[in-house]
């Protein structure tokens, strides 16, 4: 698709740093991280990691951990049972599975409690730079929005992506994409008259 490359480069240069928004100092704490963020935001998430990886700062203190004490440490995230049951057992599958390593393919990732191909995907690609493809609902939106995907299929989406992006943009791209679909291409009010991608958007009608 010969618009790719055009629309790679106007995302590069509105966002330079194309950085996971969930903040981690090790690899586990990001797995953590994407779980809680599932249905919540970010910026909540961030609100709530510190005193979380403080309380627990071991792969084995989360392993060992009383799930009704995460309850309470990450109820405000939303979906707190499934989440803290997810997270205790995920890192007890770490320690007892994989050496205490967070997996680096899909296939051995999608084995861990409450991680989908999106959690997977941006696993791989942040911490292990693989080409990844992450489909959230900006993604979704804005590939659609850019004709660079069509339906609402997570892994449809990201099939369809995986065939236009290079490689080695793939996981930046994803990150970009949010960050615009924060900023700009928003889900109810996007800003179409400010937008940098609007000759690339099949759904600008230009009033």
Known sequence: MQNIDAIISILKERYPDALCALQYDKDYELMIAVRLSAQCTDARVNLVTPALFERFPTLDSFADADVAEVETL?????????????????????????????????????????????????????????????????CIRIANRL??????????????????????????????????????????SPKCGDCPLRPYCKDFSGT
């Not at 049951?85 to 007892?96: E, F, S, T």
């Not at 680096?104 to 941006?122: F, H």
């Not at 299929?153 to 924060?182: M, N």
């Open 74 to 138: 990450v109820h405000s995230c939303g979906f707190y049972k499934h989440k803290a049951r997810d997270i205790v057992l995920a890192c007890q599958m770490l320690r007892d599975k994989y050496d205490r390593r967070v997996p680096d393919s899909m296939e051995e990732l999608l084995k861990l409690p409450g991680v989908g191909r999106k959690t997977a995907n941006l696993l791989l690609g942040d911490i292990y730079g693989q080409p990844a493809v992450v489909c959230d609902t900006h």
């Open 147 to 188: 004709g660079l995907a069509h339906g609402k299929e997570p892994e449809k989406v990201e099939t369809q992506l995986r065939a236009v992006l290079p490689p080695e943009e793939s996981s930046a791209f994803c990150h970009r994409i949010v960050l615009f679909g924060r900023d700009v291409c928003t889900a109810r």
